[in-house]
């Protein structure tokens, strides 16, 4: 019990000589019991004083020989401790440095930006196989287009070089028309999935 109210919880005032002296003559005083003379023995060697121990003593004292409570606080300071610092949790410990990870590739990657290599950009036809794959189906769809457009002018007009010719032409023209829209239809179908792709990746960085 003696230990419990020489460290309590609660106002902490500093020494003062007129509070060293009361705590010294209480620890002699027979009038009071033998637990709050040992506390105020243990009091009087310390630096600072809990208030409540202090006017416990004083109360237990005689009232003729005890100096007034205002006259013996006189001069003493309120002494502040800082609270100690609460424990944070193993999870939050965890989300604290997952976070400060982040933070830090982020700021890497903005630091780098401008002097990491960047990353090609994926387009249609965009490798030399694309691109001579692409020429050669041309010139096969022109090509058939301009033997069917020949072989069925030469049998509609009678083997005439002429019109035969101007229905190979003709079909060279409906060949090149059909390969420039299937090239339309290529390239709106690779912009939609390019649109999508960066939609996802915006909402995974998000």
């Known amino acids: 019990m003696i230990n419990d109210q020489a460290h309590p919880s609660g106002l902490v005032i500093a020494h003062t000589e007129a509070i060293r002296t009361f705590l010294t003559s209480a620890s002699i005083d027979s009038r009071i019991s033998e637990e709050l003379r040992q506390l105020a023995s243990n009091l009087a060697s310390q630096d600072n004083v809990p208030y ?3 006017r416990a003593i004083w109360f237990a004292t005689e009232s003729s020989t005890r100096p007034d409570l205002l006259r013996l606080l ?5 002494v502040f401790t800082s609270p100690k610092p609460r424990e944070k949790s193993e999870e939050l410990k965890a ?3 997952n976070l400060a990870d982040v933070a830090e ?3 890497y990657q903005e630091l780098v930006k401008d002097i990491a290599p960047k990353k090609p950009i994926d387009e249609p036809f965009s490798s030399y196989k694309d691109q001579l794959g692409f020429g050669l189906h041309v010139v096969l769809i022109m090509f058939t287009g301009y033997l069917v457009g020949y072989t069925l002018f030469r049998a509609l007009f009678r083997h005439d070089p002429i019109m035969s010719a101007a229905g190979g032409i003709l079909g060279l023209v409906f060949g090149m028309l059909v390969e420039t829209l299937l090239f339309i239809i290529r390239a709106s179908s690779y912009d939609n999935r390019s649109s999508s792709s ?3 990746k915006l909402k995974k960085n998000q």
């Open 74 to 78: 006189y001069g003493s300071e309120f």
């Open 198 to 200: 960066s939609r996802s």
């Open 52 to 54: 409540k121990p202090l």
């Open 95 to 97: 989300r604290l440095k």
């Open 105 to 107: 590739r982020k700021a």
